[in-house]
């Protein structure tokens, strides 16, 4: 992303919407505006390998790894506002395991760019499959656009739910249960 570029068409944004660049709190904003975005799409500039990062371990462990609750923070690619909310993966491993952190990791990878909620969630479902070659992975989000609660219908407390579900998460029910009834379930523990 060319950063100056981006920068140039916020100052345009700037005066379209009524605004004064030149006035003092707004003088840094383009600039600030197009770090924000950079961020926020820095999942196109990466690759999988890269975040990864060969953090996959042999292991005999064959029930479900479930990873609950992993912050979701995307824009939604049909009017570049924020939906958010938390991601649950689990799957059941064959032979091999990846690194907990590179669930989060894959989340943000595919959460940093234009999405829609589905295509986020069937992402992450294909990229751990295809990174441990696991037996089943079973993806749940639940999240709130704000593009239905700032505007457009205006509904505040609405959320979507999606699922992605792959092998045996896929054919076998009492699986795709396990995982359903883990990731809805509340622990006393608190962290
Ligand atoms: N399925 C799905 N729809 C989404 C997602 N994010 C936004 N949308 C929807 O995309 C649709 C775009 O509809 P349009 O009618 O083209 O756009 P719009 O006039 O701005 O629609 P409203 O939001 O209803 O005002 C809306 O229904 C949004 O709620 C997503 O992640 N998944
Ligand atoms: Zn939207």
New binding site residues.
């Given amino acids: 992303m060319n950063k100056e570029r981006v920068a140039n068409l916020i100052k345009e944004l700037l005066i379209e919407i009524g605004e004064d660049p030149d006035r003092e709190g707004l003088v840094k904003t383009p600039q600030r505006v197009a770090e924000a975005y950079s961020f926020l799409t820095s999942g196109y500039g990466m690759d999988l390998k890269t975040v990864i990062n060969d953090a996959i371990f042999e292991s005999d462990a064959n029930n479900m790894i479930i990873s609950r609750d992993i912050e979701v923070f995307?824009l939604?690619?049909?009017?570049m506002?924020p939906?958010y909310g938390v991601a649950h993966i689990g799957y059941i491993a064959e032979g091999r395991v990846l690194g907990v952190s590179k669930l989060a990791r894959i989340v943000d990878f595919y959460a940093r760019r234009l999405?829609?909620?589905?295509?986020?969630t069937n992402q992450i479902a294909r990229a751990v499959m295809d990174a441990v070659g696991a037996e089943g992975v079973g993806v749940v989000i639940e999240?709130r656009?704000m593009?239905?609660m700032m505007?457009?219908?205006e509904k505040l407390n609405s959320s979507?739910i999606?699922s992605s579900v792959l092998g045996s998460f896929h054919n076998d029910l009492a699986t795709r249960e396990e995982f359903m009834s883990l990731i809805n379930s509340r622990s006393n523990f608190s962290i």
Avoid: D, P
């Fill in positions: 995307s939604c690619e049909h009017h506002l939906f999405q829609i909620q589905e295509r986020l999240a656009h593009c239905m505007r457009g219908v979507m999606t």
